[in-house]
């Protein structure tokens, strides 16, 4: 045991140490702890322990109460220290000294958070609360930290000011606000005043009752004088007061801890804890001195290694481990007794104390003393943070730094934080680690963990302060500090586990605010922004008028009368200004680099993994399962019950960008498997159990259900003994029964008695949650226990490292539950701002076109004549009037514009980023990667043959070919032999170029093709918001082709979506629905169409396949405006963008990005898109019609039903709404549901014709239509017809439509001659094509005319060439060419011809019959046909659309067995 105590405290050997001892003392304590009798060398030490803890409490008082206030200034407080410990009785203060928010002075709904009570949110249109002091005189102030930047109202109330759910602070007499989301200043009356503020600001509110005066700050700025008389004097006492609209939240600061920007003269209303901040500076100040020697003794003698000799016993361990922890800084181990009480437990024997342990001593003694200080948060706050501060090499008020610390972040700052993390983690500071051990070791834990947990709160307060420019000073040294405390094993630990997933999120450090619109202006020279670019084909129609007279398109300015007709110099040219602000976006780019560098190291020490030992989880480890439940709470939860998201997606998309660039980084340096292949998560990690997915949905539907129904499939390749498919099997109780519940690895989401408290984010960061309830999360486990949440499988994790693949699919799945929860939102708020934009650049070309036009008017009227008439006055007044009124709304959107353009400057800057492209794209890629291996057989069949992903264009089992060449055969659905629901066979592949023979399944398959039900939602979902965010919402602003392989990466995805938009493996309607958006918003454009082009034969023919599934029992609407998609600009006068009678009236616009197809509903056909159609698609969907007979009679039968509905629909409503003679009168739904059905008609109608023109024998040949011909041609001219009588013909209900047409209603502006008419030309020209053989052109031509709706008027109506009628296609000579006018022209002589041949002949139906011998259901057509064995008979035409659709009599609804034709009786 001797030998222990010597390894551990060293041996006295000097006399001379009796003097060194009392120097030692007097340098730690001061004069007044020397004991000058105490000059025994072997007792000297142990007296003076003795000593020092009976006296230094005594000591400390008499200092205190002696002390010269000389923090009076410091703390804003003119008062005795005395005063300060009373009840708070300052002169001018009325109230209980600790300041909070009165609860019972409340109106509205709110809701105070945290037990501090002193932060609050908003839960009613305006709700006001007061404080619990109020003032009467002298100068006060208080402050608050915004969670929000909409309307509140901060000041200060009398008692007697009444307030509402209508009025707050400052509507009354005795009440005065300040409202920056308005920029306002209130006191019954408003005026402007102030700044516009931001979350995060700190807004202080000072009062001056002794002058009458109210200021406002804003972050440490004072904003001006806002009210300079203040009712004060007898009666009149104020308290501090705020208002609140819905969902605002702001945190306040009476004085409980120092305030960030203190006003010199203002007091706080809560006084500071001065005695505690004297006594904790004293302390302070010995601990100080104490390190200090402990450094030099280090520096003088080396620590204690861990080579601990073999022969020590076993119970001596213990012992060596603690001389580790006290000699050593860096040990891992953490014993809570002090080195003093294991001496004094030791022999007798022991007579001289080392100068270590004597040192321990000590610190024992001043840190227990200090633990009664730091209980308090104003100390904390005012008095350590500082020191850790200062030892981190920061700067401070008034204290000491180690210069050898400041030498080290100057370094790191000099070289942008680079390697911080492996530098802090190698080589961590002894004084800073020393410290905290001394924390660590002589604390209470539960006192120490609240001490760090006021500290990193109070750090992000100054964190989340928006920089006053743009070297982001105060977010760097958060940062810098907080990476600092975590080089500290235990504190990083215990940060991790109870700081940065409770009282706040870690994702709060990971934000980048954007500073003042100040600041961006003295970067950004020259605010730019894109002008509107002019449209190939149809133009403004003034604007065209204007070109036709010659003048110039040069943007005026006038400042006068006499300066009007003045042209400008021209500015300088566009594409400099585009340059210039690209490059101060650099600036930008520049300018956050540092910020972003060190939040990424904030993030590597999160995820270190090689602090984990045999007693001691790794720090990566525990993060892990903190994130999972973080995902859970703020994405997954959400998802789910809310619909919203609870974090700010600003915040979400920076933490999921350093999230991923972290991510990367490691599988830069650390691999799985094939290094070639981005971050991705193996497909058979969807099937084994080893993540949970958060227990979520799959496509297939639950998780328990896929399990039993697919159970084969998963022993084919898991193995029957797999303990996932175990867990689901059933258990057997005692009673022989089954037990229905399922085990806890298969259980689903917790229930809500689990949710958390739903509260702002910023509430939840400043403060401490409400008491955990039972099996709560974040409740403080004793030791390692495990979170008694049932279900989630979310266990306290256990000692050691984790493994790194486990913990990359972790983090990969992390991300795209939070890229898919919250962040693309922010990507969405963006891309809606950047549209705005471009809108309001429209808008300012169009005015200034205008300009342009009045300024010439107004020029001519003048160079008339020298005398002008009075009407000529009055033109010319009416002019000057609208030229001025032109110019206001030119100033008022160039002022906005630029508004606009710095936002965008620094989304360019510090959000879209070409480094936040990249990192996108490879995340986008993994994700596809994962789900085509799934999902696809041949694809995967490819990536196991190589140990490279194969990627369109990439492919070297293709020998460098294109992956769009591999021609793989097409098996239709309709001819594969029965398999189970969700299995889909594969098909053989051929290939050009190498021939490949592999079998996709071998005995034992890493994947099965059925198994792909089992892949979450959000994991299709987040890859498909990935593809968006780069092709729709970052492209143009940053060029998607600047990704490595965009177009073959995007020629996969299309792969994957014409293969999976319909796949019956998924069943969720969410994801089904998503994939047939992206699908459509791939059609509409030509880059993304080139690319399902060159998609592979197979997923071209799946997705045919799907599109002309008949429209029965499903979501047709999307799938049918797809299939449009590929036709637009192939059909008659079918090239147009913009609806050719909306361009004639309003001009020719781009589309903006947003419209481009990411939202896709029934009313898409109204959105403006040009056309790029597909002739190869167009091919692959006449083959499909050629080759399958009844699935194209069936496509073609229930298009025609869908095509009658819609037009049936359209025209009920249209006749309804024109029996309402004021448009007030109409109801907006009634009007939306007839432009609806109206968008619906057109869309069916041009899929009508491009199923004619692609397939035109369909309504002649038996063959061609499983025998269904006659009756398929007898519908289409029906139907054809229908139109022309009801929009053309007077009697046939043309009157109406034109008066629809006429009135010009909201929504109904697309309900024109053209977009009813063009389609049905369009068909017409399609079944009449000269080309085609003459016996079709027959059939057809006699089909129509016999159609008893046939009128060669309605015809006639569409080719008119008096141009005062209501329309023509003559009247579209740019939409409508020339060579299709004149088909048309033929096609109506032709059907002139056969009319009047048919009235020279009797036609069978109007020979005399008489009329109980027509058809009873047409009454157009003789009854020429009976059903059997009823006998009931009708026109053939009527029964053979019948028994499409049901097989019994519609007449007495007997079962039809076969139909005959009866020989009608002549007269």
């Known amino acids: 045991m001797m030998n222990v105590l010597r390894s551990m405290f060293g041996v006295c050997s000097s006399s001379a140490e009796k003097g060194e001892v009392h120097d030692m003392i007097k340098k730690i304590f001061g004069n007044e702890l020397v004991m000058k009798d105490n000059t025994d060398k072997h007792t000297q030490r142990s007296k003076y322990v003795n000593y020092i803890s009976e006296n230094l409490t005594k000591i400390l008082d008499a200092k205190v109460n002696s002390y010269k206030i000389k923090s009076t200034k410091k703390h804003n407080i003119n008062v005795t220290t005395e005063t300060a410990e009373s009840n708070d009785e300052r002169p001018g203060r009325i109230g209980p000294k600790l300041v909070v928010f009165d609860a019972s002075t409340g109106t509205g709904r709110l809701v105070l958070v945290g037990d501090e009570r002193v932060s609050i949110q908003g839960l009613s249109s305006f709700a006001t609360i007061r404080a619990t002091a109020c003032v009467f005189s002298g100068k006060w102030m208080y402050e608050v930290q915004l969670g929000t930047k909409g309307i509140m109202q901060i000041g200060w109330c009398t008692s007697s000011c009444t307030f509402s759910m209508d009025t707050g602070v400052g509507d009354t007499a005795h009440s005065y606000a300040y409202d920056g989301g308005r920029v306002r200043k209130w006191n019954v009356a408003t005026s402007q005043y102030g700044q516009s503020w931001l979350p995060g600001d700190v807004i202080g509110s000072c009062i001056d009752l002794d002058k009458g005066t109210l200021e406002y700050y804003r972050n440490g700025v004072s904003l001006g004088l806002a009210f300079d008389k203040v009712a004060h004097g007898s009666g009149l006492a104020y308290f501090p007061a705020v208002s609140l609209a819905m969902q605002e939240h702001l945190y306040a600061n009476f004085g409980h801890v120092p305030f960030i920007f203190p006003v010199e003269g203002f007091a706080p209303l809560q006084a500071p804890p001065i005695r505690e901040c004297i006594r904790a500076t004293l302390l302070f100040k010995s601990l100080e001195a104490l390190l200090d020697e402990l450094n030099r003794l280090a520096d003088l003698k080396p620590p204690v290694t861990a080579k601990i000799s073999k022969a020590k016993s076993d119970s001596s361990k213990a012992e060596v481990e603690v001389a580790l922890r006290i000699h050593s800084s860096n040990s891992i181990y953490s014993p809570r007794a002090s080195p003093h009480s294991m001496v004094d437990a030791q022999s007798t024997e022991v007579k001289k104390m080392s100068k270590r342990a004597f040192l321990m001593s000590l610190a024992r003694l001043i840190v227990a003393e200090m633990g009664t200080v730091l209980r308090v948060t104003y100390v904390v706050v005012s008095e350590l943070l500082p020191r850790f501060r200062g030892t981190l090499g920061l700067k401070n008020r008034g204290l000491g730094v180690d210069q050898s610390a400041v030498e080290f972040y100057l370094k790191a700052k000099e070289d942008k934080f680079n390697g911080l993390s492996q530098k802090f983690l190698a080589q961590p500071q002894p004084r800073l680690c020393t410290l905290l051990d001394l924390l660590w070791t002589f604390l209470e834990e539960a006192a120490l963990c609240d001490v760090l947990e006021h500290c990193v709160v109070r750090e992000c307060l100054l964190y989340d302060l928006v920089s006053p420019d743009m070297n982001f000073t105060q977010q760097l040294e958060g940062l810098y500090v907080l990476c600092g405390l975590m080089q500290h094993r235990d504190t990083r630990h215990h ?605 071209q023919m799946c997705m045919v396949e799907e599109l002309v599934r008949p429209y029965q029992n499903r979501a047709w609407a999307q799938s049918n405006w797809v299939l449009v998609r590929f036709w637009h600009g192939s059909g008659f006068g079918y090239r147009h963008r913009q609806w050719p009678h909306l361009a004639a009236r309003y001009g020719d616009r781009e589309p903006t990005v947003n419209n481009w197809g990411a939202k896709v509903d029934a009313g898409l056909m109204s959105q403006c898109f040009g056309p790029c159609p597909s002739e190869v698609i167009q091919g692959r969907i006449r083959d499909y019609l050629n080759e399958h007979q009844k699935e194209a009679a069936q496509f073609l039968n229930s298009l025609l039903s869908q095509l009658n509905w819609a037009f049936s629909e359209f025209f009920t409503m249209m006749q309804e709404m024109d029996r309402v003679q004021i448009d007030a009168h109409l109801e907006p739904r009634h009007i939306k549901l007839c432009a609806t059905c109206f968008d619906l008609y057109h869309g069916l109608a041009r899929a009508l014709e491009m199923t004619l023109a692609l397939s035109p024998e369909l309504l002649t040949k038996s063959e061609s239509s499983d025998n269904q011909n006659e009756l398929l041609l007898g519908r289409t001219c029906q139907i054809l017809m229908a139109v022309v009588s009801r929009i053309c013909v007077r009697g046939g209900g043309a009157a109406g439509f034109r008066r629809l047409v006429a009135r010009g209603l909201p929504d109904t502006d697309r309900v024109h001659y053209y977009v009813a008419l063009a389609p049905v030309a369009g068909c017409l020209i399609r079944i009449l094509d000269p080309k085609l053989p003459q016996d079709h052109l027959s059939k057809v031509t006699n089909s129509l005319v016999s159609e008893p709706l046939f009128r060669l008027d309605g015809l006639e109506f569409m080719l008119e060439k008096d141009k005062n009628k209501n329309f023509s296609f003559y009247k579209f000579p740019d939409d409508v060419s020339a060579q299709e006018l004149n088909s048309l022209e033929k096609l109506v002589e032709r059907l002139r011809a056969a009319r009047d041949a048919q009235m020279t002949t009797k036609s069978p139906g109007s020979s005399g019959t008489q009329s109980d011998l027509l058809c009873t259901i047409c009454y157009a057509r003789p009854a020429d046909t009976a059903f059997m064995p009823c006998g009931h008979h009708s026109c053939r035409a009527c029964i053979m659309q019948h028994l499409l659709n049901s097989k019994q009599c519609f007449f007495c609804k007997a079962e039809i067995d076969t139909v005959r034709e009866i020989e009608p009786v002549t007269a």
Request: net charge negative.
């Open 495 to 1099: 940060l991790v586990k109870y700081v940065f997933f409770n009282k706040i999120t870690f994702d709060n450090f990971l934000n980048i605010k954007c500073p003042d619109e100040a600041v961006l202006r003295s970067i950004i020279r020259k605010p730019w922004w894109q002008r509107p670019t002019s449209v190939q084909g149809e133009t403004d129609p003034q604007i065209a008028e204007i070109a036709e007279k010659g003048m110039t398109r040069s943007t005026f300015a006038p400042t006068g009368t006499d300066k009007i007709s003045k042209p400008l110099p021209s500015s300088p040219d566009d594409s400099t200004l585009e340059a210039q602000y690209k490059e101060d976006c650099d600036k930008i780019t520049n300018a956050i680099a540092p910020l972003e560098r060190i939040q990424l190291e904030f993030l590597l020490m999160l995820l270190d993994n090689t602090d984990g030992t045999t007693m001691v989880p790794s720090t990566r480890k525990i993060f892990l399962e903190k994130f999972r439940r973080y995902i859970m709470d703020n994405c997954i939860l959400d998802m789910r019950l809310f619909n919203v998201s609870r974090n700010s997606p600003a915040i979400s998309w920076c933490c999921h960008a350093r999230l991923l660039t972290a991510v990367l980084r490691l599988w830069n340096e650390n691999p799985l498997n094939n290094p070639h292949l981005p971050p991705h998560i193996p497909a058979r990690t969807f099937i084994d159990g080893e993540l949970d997915f958060y227990n979520v949905d799959r496509l297939g539907g639950v998780l328990p259900f896929l399990v039993r129904t697919l159970r084969q499939d998963l022993i084919q390749v898991l193995g029957e003994e797999n303990p996932f498919i175990q867990s689901f099997e059933p258990n057997y109780n005692r009673a022989g029964g089954i037990d229905t519940g399922v085990s806890d690895m298969a259980a689903g989401s917790p229930g809500l008695a689990t949710l958390p408290q739903v509260i702002s984010s910023m509430a939840r960061f400043i403060h401490p949650p409400m008491p955990p309830m039972a099996n709560s999360l974040y409740s403080r486990p004793t030791g390692e226990t495990a979170l008694a949440l049932k279900g989630t499988r979310s266990m306290m994790p256990g000692a050691g490292c984790i493994d790194v693949r486990t913990a990359y699919l972790r983090l990969i799945d992390g991300l795209l539950a939070l890229y898919h929860g919250i962040a693309i939102k922010h990507a969405e708020k963006l891309c809606e701002l950047r549209d705005n934009q471009l809108d309001m650049a429209d808008c300012l070309h169009d005015i200034e076109q205008r300009i342009i036009a009045v300024s010439e008017e107004l020029q001519t009227v003048e160079g008339t004549k020298t005398e002008i008439n009075e009407s000529e006055k009055i033109r010319r007044l009416l002019t000057e009037k609208m030229l001025n009124e032109l110019e206001r709304s030119k100033a008022v959107y160039e002022e906005k514009l630029e508004a606009s353009a710095l936002q965008m400057a620094w989304v360019i800057g510090a959000i879209w980023t070409k480094q936040r492209q990249q990192e996108l794209a490879k995340h986008f890629t993994g994700t596809l990667h994962s789900l085509r291996y799934a999902s696809d057989p041949d694809y995967a069949a490819h990536v196991q043959a190589t140990s490279k992903e194969i990627l369109p264009g990439k492919s070297s089992i293709l020998g460098g070919a294109s992956y769009a060449s591999l021609q793989l055969e097409y098996t239709s659905s309709s001819d594969q032999s029965p398999q189970t629901p969700t299995s889909r066979a594969a098909s053989p592949r051929t290939c050009s170029n190498t021939q490949i023979e592999m079998n996709p399944t071998s005995n034992s398959p890493e994947f099965s093709e059925s198994l792909f039900a089992f892949v979450p939602e959000y994991h299709v979902d987040a890859m498909l918001e990935l593809c968006n965010t780069l092709r729709l919402y970052m492209h143009p602003t940053v060029p998607v082709q600047q990704v490595s392989e965009w177009e073959e990466l995007v020629v996969s995805c299309a792969a994957f979506l014409c293969s999976e938009f319909a796949d019956p493996r998924i069943v969720l309607a969410s994801t089904r629905e998503s994939l047939v958006q992206t699908l459509a918003s791939f059609a509409t454009q030509p880059a993304t169409m080139r690319a399902i082009e060159r998609v592979p034969l197979k997923q």
